[in-house]
């Protein structure tokens, strides 16, 4: 049982930590950010916005034992309402010169979309590599 607790501690600790580092990185303030023209043209935030949601899916969806929908269904809702509150908060806190963006929650919910089809697809390899990684810090 002990062991079964220290097993599960694991798999929540890298979800809960890159959740951590999103908030830290969508609550950057505005003028910190590196503003490049040929980024803005090819959408390259949108594209950090969905490996982020993607990465940070998986990582919930590790948690649990097995895929399922109501599984699915959670970590997408974690993830969405995370990325809601990111955006309201942008649009909140004055000082970050920030502002609300629905296509950054699109972005968001199209990498929770790939990742749900990954986890489906390659579940066992991804658990396997997330596994290998996080034992290296463990």
């Known amino acids: 049982r002990n062991q079964n607790i220290q097993s599960n501690v694991a798999k929540i600790i890298p979800a809960t930590l890159w ?58 809702i974690l993830c969405i309402t995370q990325g809601i509150l990111i955006e309201i908060l942008q649009e909140s806190i004055v000082f970050l010169h920030r502002s609300f963006d629905i296509w950054d929650i699109a972005a968001n919910m199209a990498g929770i979309l790939l990742a749900v089809f990954l986890a489906g697809k390659w579940y066992k390899q991804f658990n396997f590599l997330f596994s290998a990684i996080f034992d290296m810090f463990s």
Do not use: E, M, T
């Open 19 to 76: 959740s951590g580092i999103i908030f830290l990185v969508c609550l950057v303030p505005g003028s910190s950010i590196p503003q490049d023209d040929w980024l803005d043209k090819i959408h390259f935030d949108k594209l950090v916005h969905a490996g982020l949601y993607l990465i940070l899916f998986l990582l919930i969806i590790r948690i649990s034992r097995k895929i399922n929908a109501a599984n699915l269904f959670a970590a997408g």
